[in-house]
């Protein structure tokens, strides 16, 4: 073809396929038409103010760090295994909106950290957003009545003693396992024949048909350090002025790790005794004379009861 009938065929496309203007675009995941002149002339506007919680909002979760575990008795003398996660001074440093990034989400920055120790991306999304720097930060999706404006400090009391949260985090690395710890094999017995392989995992399939290892047998390998969720774990006690909460039972992760909490998926807590879209502290409010919250566990005896 010609370099005339090329310039031909693209003058008769230009007239023919109508071309996309600037003045009106759909944004992804929205089904509203903006405009540019739009969103400057009315902009989103964020407060940090108390909202009504309906049974479709979700509000966002927060990080903390794995102080450890230990065990505490309760009114009625019934031992509770206790894991003590440690708030350390959480804030809001970025807001994202279907406007502009397709999505409602917060992220949410943990613990301080020297800017030395951060990359030159990382100082430079902090300054654009004002926040402190953060050591850790997690992007949690929210709907939109529970956004909040950058630097809103979200502590312990977010959370409420009694309900149920989902804590995610990193399990302990134990390296290269074989079967019997990592897939809870029996192993092969202990004598009549059987030399040099009482812990191997046996045969690992057939001979000439099909002549190779299925995909997905369990086999010796690294264990460990994989992203977990614990559902439902219930939260015993929390202490607003050291920024720190009690739940019952273990969550993912070595002592020092970080854990991601948030409101549990299956047993949805009562929206009546949550704050939303987080707790804001009154101006008069003393943090060191605040004494810790537990869980109201009834005036019936348990151990009573059975009888």
Known sequence: MSAA???LISRLKSVLIPQRTSTQFIRPFSSEILTPEYEVLHPRIIE????VMTKQSKRTGAIAIKCGMTALW????????ISILWFDDNIVSQVKTVEKEGIFSLQVGCSHKKEKHLTKPEVGHFRAQGVPMKRKLKEFPVTEDALLPVG???NVRHFVPGQYVDVTGITKGKGFQGVMKRHHFPGL?????VSKAHRSGGSTGQRDAPGKVFKGRKMAGRMGGKQR?????????????RNLMWVRGQVPGAEGNFVFVKDAFYEKPDISTLPFPTYFSPEDEDEESLEPLTVDLGELDPFMAAD
Do not use: E, F, L
């Not at 940090?48 to 909202?51: L, N, R, Y």
């Not at 309760?74 to 295994?81: E, F, L, S, Y």
């Not at 017995?189 to 024949?193: C, T, V």
């Open 229 to 241: 969720t614990v559902k439902n774990v219930w939260v015993y006690k929390i202490d607003p002025r």
């Open 189 to 193: 017995p202990a004598s009549h024949g």
């Open 5 to 7: 009938s090329r310039g």
């Open 74 to 81: 309760d009114k009625w003398g019934a031992r509770v295994p």
């Open 48 to 51: 940090a103010k108390p909202g």
């Open 152 to 154: 809103t400090s979200i």
